[in-house]
C-alpha cells in the first residue's frame, strides 16, 4: 500500500537546512525537493 504524503508548505521549504549529505524530502505524487550540502533546493519529478 502506498505510503500517503502531505504536500510541504512554504514555510516548511524554508525552514529544510543543508545537512551532512544531500537528502530529499517528498510533496507527493512523484514530486520531491532535494536539498544539496551547499544549500541548494532543486525539486524533482519522479516518474
Same mark, same amino acid.
Given at each position: ?18 545537512? /551532512? ?5 517528498? /510533496? ?9 550540502? /551547499? ?9
Amino acid at each position: 500500500m502506498p505510503r500517503i504524503v502531505s504536500p510541504l508548505t512554504a514555510t516548511q521549504i524554508k525552514n529544510l537546512k543543508a545537512k /551532512d549529505k544531500a537528502y530529499t524530502k517528498a /510533496d507527493g505524487n512523484g514530486l520531491q525537493i532535494l536539498i544539496k550540502v /551547499d544549500g541548494t533546493k532543486l525539486w524533482e519529478f519522479m516518474t
